[in-house]
């Protein structure tokens, strides 16, 4: 898959070192962290979010006791804040990396998306949901936030969009759990954001 040539790490690096953050909530989100605390430990092994900037959702769960929480973002910048807040995390975690060249194997047991679609042109989004699918092992999941907003004609990331709209990228691999209006969404995202949780298909 041809990464992202418009919102390349170039890109990405100076949305960091300008200070160009504003999706950052500074601390992992309510729908995320609820989900997190009645998972257990059987449901995922190996954890994998993508574009995960600082990473607060990998913080958590590392603090739950999970110990194969990777994390992949093109921004050294948004892996050396994880590295600083939480020394333990092991650093062969922290992957460097395109999304979309990730190895599929071995397979992880779950997915966390949390601002990391919008973040991507959206002709990447049916090779996003075909790439969650090909890091998956059959029945795993994928889990987490999408907005369901328009922010209107917009130039650079976030980009918005319809349910139907998503739903037709994942049905090709997904069994759908849940995919609804998140009830617990922080304030500024009330009523805007999809919580998902998607199965991979056998
Ligand atoms: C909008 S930010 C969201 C960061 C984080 N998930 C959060 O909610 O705070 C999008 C992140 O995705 C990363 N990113 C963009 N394209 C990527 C790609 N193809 N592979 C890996 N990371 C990517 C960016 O560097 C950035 O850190």
């Known amino acids: ?9 170039n890109y990405w690096r100076s949305r960091y070192s300008t200070g160009r953050t504003g999706w ?23 954890i ?5 900037g600082r ?3 990998a913080e958590y769960l590392h603090k739950l006791g999970f ?20 020394p333990g995390f092991p ?8 999304f979309f060249t990730l190895p599929a194997l071995p397979p992880y047991d779950l997915l966390v998306e949390q601002t990391f679609f919008c973040a991507l042109d959206p002709h990447l989004r049916a090779a996003y949901a075909q790439q969650c699918a090909a890091l998956l ?9 999408l907005f369901e907003t328009d922010f209107g004609p917009v130039a650079e990331p976030p980009f918005g969009g319809t349910r139907e ?17 998140a009830y617990n969404s922080l304030s500024p995202r009330q009523d805007r954001e999809l919580f998902i949780c998607l199965k991979r298909k056998a």
């Open 24 to 46: 950052d909530t500074g601390s992992i989100t309510p729908p995320l962290r609820d989900y997190f605390d009645q998972m257990g430990s059987a449901d995922a092994r190996r």
């Open 165 to 181: 709209e998503y739903r037709a990228y994942f049905e090709p691999y997904f069994d759908f759990k849940h995919f609804d209006t």
């Open 67 to 86: 110990s194969e929480v990777h994390v992949a973002d093109l921004a050294p910048e948004a892996l050396a804040a994880l590295q600083q807040q939480v």
């Open 55 to 57: 990473a607060y959702e």
């Open 91 to 98: 650093a062969a975690h922290l992957l460097h990396q395109d």
């Open 137 to 145: 092992r059959p029945g795993g999941t994928l889990m987490g936030l």
């Open 1 to 9: 898959m041809k990464p992202d040539a418009l919102f390349d790490e």
């Open 48 to 52: 994998l979010i993508p574009g995960a």
